[in-house]
């Protein structure tokens, strides 16, 4: 089972930030969180991956809360394009596969 | 760079067929993992790979599901005698030496059985 939830789905305006949630509240201290995501039955991509300090990429931005048992992944500017199934995994330096939950359906609305 | 390659795209089987996928790791990758994705479903672990061993199989079904990853060539994911609930996209992952969380994954194979 996976170790996240996520809310089943959520719109965002073109242009806007999409802040998608994600609750991890049995995380453990070695266990980093990951975000993929899905467009329209392609494989996974990665976007963006952190342990307890938020991180910032090209694609993304995270948030991990202090007590770490919750995160947000920030798309600054969303696309249709961003328009995709979003995945929040857990996994530990020693893990070996990911679980994947149901994820975020985003839409992204013109 | 190429990416993780998997062929067929798309494979159509009649029930009792047997199917075969292949995937090819990024270059230098050592680790491949399967996983299958049944419609509205999420991604769900089939097996751990590396060269010439299985690591882990805890995904994989008890009977008619195999896979190997042999010292030159792809790996392949093997069904024998699919049945209609086999019908899924199987997607392949790999990743360099002990950094199995980083995983970069293929296009998938749609697998229709009729």
């Known amino acids: 089972d996976a170790k996240t939830t996520q809310p089943t789905s959520m719109d965002c305006a073109e242009g806007r930030a999409a802040n998608l949630p994600c609750n991890h509240s049995?995380?453990?201290?070695?266990?980093?969180v990951y975000w993929y995501r899905q467009i329209h039955s392609q494989g996974p991509q990665y976007i963006i991956h952190?342990?307890?300090n938020n991180e910032t990429n090209e694609m993304a931005s995270l948030i991990i809360t202090e007590d770490r048992k919750s995160s947000t992944l920030i798309l600054p500017h969303a696309t249709l394009r961003d328009t995709a199934v979003y995945y929040c995994?857990?996994?530990?330096?020693?893990?070996?596969?990911?679980?994947f939950g149901p994820g975020t359906r985003l839409s992204v609305l013109p | 760079n190429a990416g993780v390659m998997q062929n067929p795209r798309h494979l159509v089987r009649r029930r009792g067929q047997e199917a075969r996928l292949r995937c090819s790791p990024m270059?230098?990758?050592?680790?491949v993992y399967w996983y299958r994705q049944l419609p509205e479903e999420g991604l769900k672990f089939m097996v751990y790979?590396?060269?010439?061993?299985?690591?882990?199989e805890s995904g994989m079904p008890k009977e008619r599901f195999s896979a190997e990853f042999p010292k030159e060539g792809p790996s392949i994911l093997r069904i024998q005698q699919v049945v209609r609930g086999d019908s899924a996209a199987y997607f392949c992952?790999?990743?360099?030496?002990?950094?199995?969380?980083?995983?970069?994954f293929g296009p998938g194979t749609r697998l229709t059985v009729t």
């Open positions: 992952a790999s990743s360099p030496p002990g950094l199995a969380y980083e995983q970069y």
């Open positions: 049995t995380i453990s201290g070695n266990e980093y």
């Open positions: 270059k230098g990758h050592s680790h």
């Open positions: 995994i857990v996994l530990g330096p020693n893990g070996q596969n990911f679980v």
């Open positions: 790979l590396q060269k010439e061993n299985i690591i882990d």
């Open positions: 952190g342990l307890k």
